[in-house]
């Protein structure tokens, strides 16, 4: 029971990455989103000077690996973690202030101006962005005009609760209602992939 308890609370850093467990979570989300993010990025004709921000940055990795793939271009990282702000600028110190900015701040209210992204991505964090609505009209006013925005994530079955009964605040979307949603925010073309249990969604505006 014991052991069950401090498995819960390592997860809670799923969320949110706080002190000595979060960065330990950190670094294992750089490990563990490498496969998902590659077959993620696959799905995209990468220009080199695109302006990206990739919301739920977490440990910096897909920053630094969309960094490679954009090298005349300009990428911003966001998280709601204060733990993983610092954990990804580190990993992409080299880069910081010139081509990569990363910051703290959440989904659903987006401190960037008007149509600034060429790229939106989200790896494994759209399960926690409360109201999708909210946060997917955040990210169609941050895209330029045919801007794109990418999901992926591992999981897309709700009556899969082995990790949502674990994890508080984490809710799981089916392929079906990501898509309903990002149409009806306004994105005129959505294509869904999935791999397994991986999804990958493409949406442009």
Not at 173 to 190: A, D, K, R
Request: proline share 2%; with cysteine; aromatic share 10%.
């Amino acid at each position: 029971m014991k052991n069950k308890s401090l498995f819960k609370k390592i997860l809670q850093n799923t969320q949110k990455p706080q002190g000595f467990l979060g960065k330990m979570m950190l670094f294992g989300m750089n490990r563990g989103h490498a496969r998902l993010a590659e077959w993620g990025m696959s799905h995209l004709e990468w220009q080199a000077n695109w302006v990206v921000l990739d919301i739920g940055c977490g440990g910096g990795a897909n920053i630094a690996e969309i960094l490679r793939r954009c090298p005349d271009g300009i990428v911003y990282g966001l998280d709601a973690s204060n733990e993983s702000v610092v954990f990804a600028r580190n990993k992409n110190r080299r880069m910081l202030g010139r081509h990569c900015f990363i910051d703290e701040g959440r989904a659903d209210l987006l401190p960037y101006s008007d149509m600034t992204f060429d790229l939106v991505t989200a790896f494994e964090t759209v399960y926690f962005w409360g109201d999708l609505s909210v946060a997917f009209r955040e990210v169609i006013r941050v895209l330029k005009p045919g801007g794109l925005f990418m999901i992926c994530n591992e999981m897309a079955d709700p009556t899969n609760t082995m990790w949502t009964d674990l994890i508080d605040g984490m809710n799981i979307h089916t392929i079906e209602e990501m898509e309903s949603c990002l149409l009806s925010v306004g994105f005129n073309e959505v294509k869904a992939d999935k791999k397994k249990e991986n999804i990958c969604i493409v949406a442009r505006k």
